[in-house]
């Protein structure tokens, strides 16, 4: 079983900078595709970066592209989210996520695409 742990949440003034990072387990973490998504209160879930296994290819949100930046570190099971010049509408809880498949989908925005998540990490920035 998968386990996925996000770090690095927190309060942050706008303008202000955070690095998330999610720690996996028990599975095979370098063939794993990975994205973050966040989800505000009264909000659905939604897609913030994608990362792949093979090629590390990223895709962003378009409302976060050129502030936010995915990576991953296989020798050390982790993906991070570098978050530049946070705003308020970055505020929302922020999940890793792991999908299993062999081949890049072409929906790594759905949550749907996904096999496993983390709890979750809280990002505040306030107005």
């Known amino acids: 079983q998968v386990q996925l742990v996000e770090s690095g949440g927190g309060l942050v003034q706008a303008g202000g900078s955070l690095r998330l990072s999610c720690a996996a387990s028990g599975g095979t973490f370098s063939r794993y595709h990975m994205g973050w998504f966040r989800q505000a209160p009264g909000k659905e879930r939604e897609f913030v970066a994608r990362?792949?296994?093979?090629?590390?290819?990223?895709n962003y949100a378009d409302s976060v592209k050129g502030r936010f930046t995915i990576s991953r570190d296989n020798a050390k099971n982790t993906v991070y989210l570098q978050m530049n010049n946070l705003k308020p509408e970055d505020t929302a809880v922020y999940y890793c996520a792991a999908d299993r498949s062999t081949i890049s989908s072409g929906t790594y925005y759905s949550t749907g695409t996904y096999d496993y998540w983390g709890q979750g990490t809280q990002v505040t920035v306030p107005s």
């Open positions: 990362i792949t296994w093979r090629t590390s290819s990223t």
